[in-house]
């Protein structure tokens, strides 16, 4: 028989950890801000053309030594084709770019294709939609937990959600690491990691209030973490050795991305046993929660 582990005898000391966590990336947040990347902030964007396939990494180096500290290189397309993406609106740019990676080999030179010029407007479109996305995922959420499970369960995963949100962000903020649209995309992908973990131990709360029907609500849920460990356990190792390996093997193109995840993941496994299930408990979640209201027939009152 499974030991049952007492998860909720430690709740008021992990409370006081999630509290501070939550104040210092709010703090953070708020006073350095996040390090908006080109496709927020707006800039321009440089498309190459190489005779034969090019280096990103000589790429990049001979660039900051050019004084471009700021660009971003990427492959676009064929192992030919590059896309730089810098700040400012420069026409003659493209053509300074080129020049300056001629020094990395002249017998195979870089030619401009195109140049465009990304303003800040559309960057600022882009950050209110990625926003509103946000904000509607969690809202979106909320609605489906309340009418699969219970109101109270939907606070607690929400609570849960923004938790990891807020921390993935604060991070992100203290280190200044680039926020682009792949870092957003893995903040939204972030909260469907952390609300899958969650359902699967709220299902098994809601399961065992039928089973252990003497027990108390800090029993089910220390039994119902228990029995789901080892899933979240696998599942966490299983996904933080595959964002490991994007981490350290995707290039600077992911390094944004794969870190985001990387502390998503993590909080996201936390979160799931030290802040959804604590609201149960301060909600005083109990059986008569999840018995669905009697329908009551109307009295034919004609003689």
Same mark, same amino acid.
């Given at each position: 028989?499974?030991?049952?582990?007492?998860?909720?005898?430690?709740?008021?000391?992990?409370?006081?950890?999630?509290?501070? @966590?939550?104040?210092?990336?709010? %703090?953070?947040?708020?006073?350095?801000?996040?390090? +908006?990347?080109?496709?927020?902030?707006?800039?321009?964007?440089?498309? @190459?053309?190489?005779?034969?396939?090019?280096?990103?990494?000589?790429?990049?180096? =001979?660039?900051?030594?050019? *004084? %471009?500290?700021?660009?971003?290189?990427?492959?676009?397309?064929?192992?030919?084709?590059?896309?730089?993406?810098?700040?400012?609106?420069?026409?003659m740019?493209?053509?300074?770019?080129? =020049?300056?990676?001629?020094?990395?080999?002249?017998?195979?030179?870089?030619?401009?294709?195109? /140049?465009?010029?990304? *303003?800040?407007?559309?960057?600022e479109?882009?950050?209110?939609?990625?926003?509103?996305?946000m904000? #509607?995922?969690?809202?979106?959420?909320?609605?489906y937990?309340?009418?699969?499970?219970?109101?109270?369960?939907?606070?607690?995963?929400?609570?849960?959600?923004?938790?990891?949100?807020?921390?993935t962000?604060?991070?992100?903020?203290? +280190? !200044?690491?680039?926020?682009?649209?792949?870092?957003?995309?893995?903040?939204?992908?972030?909260?469907?990691?952390?609300?899958?973990?969650?359902?699967?131990?709220?299902?098994?709360?809601? =399961?065992? +209030?039928?089973?252990?029907?003497?027990a108390?609500?800090?029993?089910?849920?220390?039994?119902?973490t228990? !029995?789901?460990?080892?899933?979240?356990?696998?599942?966490?190792?299983?996904?933080?050795?595959?964002?490991?390996?994007?981490?350290?093997?995707?290039?600077?193109?992911?390094?944004?991305?794969? #870190?985001?995840?990387?502390?998503? /993941?993590?909080?996201?496994?936390?979160?799931?046993i030290?802040?959804?299930?604590?609201?149960?408990?301060?909600?005083?979640?109990?059986?008569?929660? @999840?018995?669905?209201?009697?329908?009551?027939?109307?009295?034919? =009152?004609?003689?």
């Amino acid at each position: 028989m499974l030991r049952t582990i007492n998860f909720m005898g430690v709740r008021n000391v992990a409370f006081g950890v999630t509290l501070l @966590l939550t104040v210092l990336a709010l %703090f953070s947040w708020f006073y350095k801000g996040l390090n +908006f990347g080109l496709d927020f902030t707006g800039g321009t964007l440089i498309e @190459l053309t190489y005779e034969r396939p090019a280096n990103l990494g000589e790429v990049r180096e =001979e660039l900051v030594r050019s *004084g %471009f500290h700021d660009a971003v290189v990427q492959s676009f397309g064929a192992t030919t084709d590059l896309l730089v993406r810098m700040p400012g609106d420069d026409p003659m740019l493209g053509n300074k770019v080129a =020049e300056a990676l001629q020094k990395i080999s002249t017998d195979n030179p870089a030619t401009v294709k195109r /140049v465009e010029f990304v *303003g800040p407007q559309v960057g600022e479109e882009l950050r209110d939609q990625g926003g509103l996305g946000m904000l #509607l995922a969690l809202g979106g959420i909320l609605v489906y937990l309340a009418f699969r499970f219970q109101w109270k369960f939907a606070v607690g995963a929400i609570l849960s959600l923004v938790h990891d949100v807020i921390v993935t962000m604060g991070i992100l903020s203290f +280190f !200044q690491i680039t926020f682009d649209l792949t870092v957003l995309a893995a903040v939204l992908a972030i909260i469907g990691y952390s609300l899958n973990d969650t359902i699967v131990v709220f299902d098994r709360v809601r =399961e065992n +209030f039928r089973v252990m029907r003497k027990a108390s609500l800090i029993e089910n849920i220390n039994v119902s973490t228990t !029995q789901t460990l080892l899933r979240t356990v696998a599942t966490s190792v299983s996904t933080l050795l595959a964002i490991a390996a994007l981490l350290f093997f995707g290039g600077d193109n992911l390094w944004g991305f794969s #870190l985001a995840l990387f502390i998503g /993941v993590m909080a996201g496994t936390y979160s799931s046993i030290y802040i959804a299930n604590v609201v149960l408990i301060w909600l005083n979640l109990n059986s008569e929660d @999840l018995i669905p209201p009697v329908k009551t027939e109307g009295v034919d =009152e004609r003689p």
